[in-house]
């Protein structure tokens, strides 16, 4: 099957023009862990909490609200390139931090890591960790299930994202999309821990603009935004699961970025086994390399999100979906 409606290849998936790629097959990573497992089982020496976790954040987010604080009085073109050429990354990272604390991998007990997302999330400037975990968690569960993993495009945004302009102006604000379409299309009704983390969020940020004004605010969200869009860290989001090759539908990069990122880049090792922590992915592939060379990756994200806007046969729609069964 080619990405412009052609022929099916392997019965991966089928694809109509204007239409998402279908799989009437299951997610490939529940099989492919039995199989791995089955072959190196030592590979679950890896599972378990990575307890470097809790400083690395620490310092990651005392740096940026530092930072923040010493550009109170800076000027406005100084604040944004010391957002896009610094703050971007280390917001980033806090981002890719909560991804990782998600799965409970940096304490046994899972009440931890909401502490700790929720302190993650500080420099971010907008309480995102506790709905995060509840939508990524089915996206993990239910890859690809149409009405149920938000990580997908909606279909308003494949209808309209059509052209190379669109596309670029989509990147731009893909943090936004990636952020709001869950709200729009599965809003699930907020817990006592989203109220936590908007609290304290806001408590932050209030006291953000009151004790150093609304410049130190404005950086921190700048950082937000454009670590977010066209930035070489966020062709994670692009990269993972963006069907360029219509047989495989998540994809690993293996470049220097994964050393800021929490090594997502090892998307298919971490959709294979997501109780393994990122900086211990790597591993998984040097310990069954036979199931993963043979798969298509990156060394950019930069050449990612460039292939993403210019080729005109990739877009919103090229994502594998799958009807939800009778249980879901």
Same mark, same amino acid.
């Given at each position: ?32 862990r039995?199989?791995?497992?089955s ?13 470097s976790? /809790?400083?690395?954040i $620490?310092? &990651?987010?005392?740096?940026? %609200? =530092?930072?923040?604080?010493v #550009? ?15 703050g971007?990354f ?14 409970? /991998?940096?304490?046994? $007990?899972? &009440?931890?890591n909401?502490? %700790? =997302?929720?302190?993650?999330n #500080? ?21 690809g ?6 990580d ?13 302009l669109?596309?670029t102006?989509?990147v731009? #604000?893909?943090?936004f999309?990636?952020?709001f379409?869950p709200?729009f ?10 109220f ?5 969020q ?16 404005a950086?921190l969200i ?12 966020a ?13 495989q539908e998540?994809?690993?990069?293996y ?9 997502v880049?090892y ?6 086994f ?5 900086h211990k ?23 990612v ?16 979906k ?7």
């Open positions: 099957m080619g990405i412009d409606g052609g022929e099916d290849r392997d019965g991966e998936g089928v694809m109509m023009p204007g239409d998402f790629f279908w799989s009437y097959t299951d997610e490939p990573h529940a099989s492919r039995r199989l791995i497992l072959k190196y089982p030592q590979i679950k020496e890896l599972f378990g909490p990575d307890y976790a /809790l400083f690395k $620490s310092i &990651v987010v005392l740096l940026q %609200l =530092g930072t923040a604080i #550009l109170k009085d800076a000027g406005w073109l100084k604040i944004l390139l010391v957002a896009y050429f610094f971007s280390l917001n980033h990272n806090l981002f890719l931090a909560i991804h990782e604390l998600s799965h409970n /991998l940096a304490f046994s $007990s899972p &009440v931890y909401r502490w %700790l =997302g929720i302190f993650a #500080l420099p971010i400037g907008v309480p995102m960790s506790v709905t995060f975990q509840k939508y990524h968690l089915e996206h993990h569960r239910f890859q299930v149409d009405g149920i993993d938000m997908v495009p909606s279909i308003a945004e494949a209808r309209v994202v059509t052209n190379v669109a596309k102006i989509w731009f #604000l893909q943090l999309f990636y952020a379409r709200l299309l599965k809003p699930k009704p907020p817990g006592i821990w989203e936590m983390n908007f609290s304290i806001i408590a932050l940020d209030v006291s953000m603009v009151y004790f150093w004004g609304w410049k130190s605010l950086y700048l950082a937000t935004f454009v670590g977010g869009g066209m930035h070489p860290m062709g994670h989001f692009i990269s993972e699961h963006y069907i360029f090759k219509p047989e998540t994809y690993s990069y470049g220097p970025l994964n050393l800021l990122t929490w090594h880049g998307h298919n090792e971490h959709h294979d997501p109780r393994i922590p990122g992915l790597h591993k998984v592939k040097e310990i069954a390399p036979e199931y993963y060379d043979s798969l298509s990756s990156y060394k950019s994200w930069s050449q999100i460039y292939m993403y806007i210019m080729d005109s046969t990739v877009g919103p729609y090229s994502r594998m799958r009807k939800p069964s009778k249980n879901e």
